[in-house]
């Protein structure tokens, strides 16, 4: 569905994990929706081929979230060209399948170092820089409420996520910047695919996926750009009394668990 109502007109934004998947879906939204996107993510050809696809108003940075000194650099180079923000979307994360008892640690700090610290060092130097009636959004998952068996340690991450905000909002109490988590059911994702296909092989992958979208009421998986419309609906002014939660955008998902 294509949106061109520009509720973000004039608007600035940094979204993390961008040159793929659901945060490209959201870049994509946001500008459509009138905003200018800082695409944040990890190697250089990614982030200029994805700004270039999605046009003028988006500009590709390469920055590591779990690195505090990339994240200055960021807000530094949105300090210089913009002198202001006005919604941050932590979106990087990752996640892989280890049962308890195949659990390392090199995994869970990976986990936590990009799910957690990331959205801690994508949110915190941002907001010198955020304006009033600015917007965060983490996007979370419905696996901080339903992890699938072998993810616990990507949905302890998810969890922790939603604790970050529901404390924040104090924190930043008086600033008139609003926080949420934006907590996504399956959605089809390159990344998905692969790691399903690593879990069970291609053949079961597919019929997984098919799986997941039969037990939705829906009755199907989600797309990024359906998580970019309500990314940018948090960081309109129409969600201007909408703080502190964590939102699914799951298809009804939770509901059927
Ligand atoms: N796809 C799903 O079904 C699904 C469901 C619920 C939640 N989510 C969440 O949505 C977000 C995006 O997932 P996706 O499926 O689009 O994954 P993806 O792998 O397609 O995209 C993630 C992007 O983040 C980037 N990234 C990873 N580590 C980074 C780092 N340290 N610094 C900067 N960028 C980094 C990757 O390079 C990649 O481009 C994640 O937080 C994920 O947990 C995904």
Redesign the pocket.
Request: glycine share 18%; proline share 7%.
């Given at each position: 569905m294509e949106s061109t109502n520009h509720v973000l007109k004039g608007k600035v934004a940094v979204v993390?994990?961008?040159?793929?998947?659901?945060?490209y879906g959201i870049a994509d939204e946001l500008v459509r929706q009138g905003a200018f996107v800082y695409v944040?993510?990890?190697?250089k050809t990614?982030v200029d081929e994805a700004a270039a696809a999605i046009g003028p108003n988006a500009l590709g940075f390469v920055?590591?979230?779990?690195k505090l000194s990339d994240m200055d650099a960021l807000y530094a180079e949105v300090k210089s060209r913009h002198g202001r923000l006005d919604a941050v979307i932590a979106?990087?994360?990752?996640?892989d399948h280890g049962p308890l008892g195949t659990i390392t640690e090199e995994q869970f700090d990976r986990t936590f170092g990009?799910?957690v610290k990331?959205v801690l060092f994508t949110v915190q130097p941002a907001l010198p820089l955020m304006t009033r009636g600015g917007s965060v959004v983490i996007?979370?998952?419905?696996?901080s409420e339903v992890p699938p068996p072998g993810m616990s340690i990507?949905g302890a991450s998810?969890a922790a996520v939603r604790n970050l905000v529901r404390s924040w909002v104090f924190d930043v109490k008086g600033s008139g910047i609003r926080m949420n988590v934006l907590?996504?059911?399956?959605?089809d994702?390159?990344?998905?695919r692969t790691a399903l296909t690593k879990a069970l092989g291609a053949e079961r992958a597919a019929v997984a996926v098919g799986a997941i979208a039969e037990r939705s009421p829906s009755g199907r998986?989600g797309t990024?750009r359906e998580i970019g419309s309500v990314t940018a609906f948090l960081c309109s002014d129409a969600a201007s009394y909408v703080n502190g939660v964590e939102l699914f955008a799951d298809g009804g998902l939770i509901a059927a668990v």
């Open positions: 993390t994990g961008a040159a793929s998947g659901i945060g944040v993510d990890l190697r990614q920055a590591d979230v779990t979106n990087a994360g990752i996640g990009v799910n990331g996007i979370g998952s419905t696996a990507y998810k907590s996504p059911g399956t959605v994702t390159p990344s998905l998986i990024p």
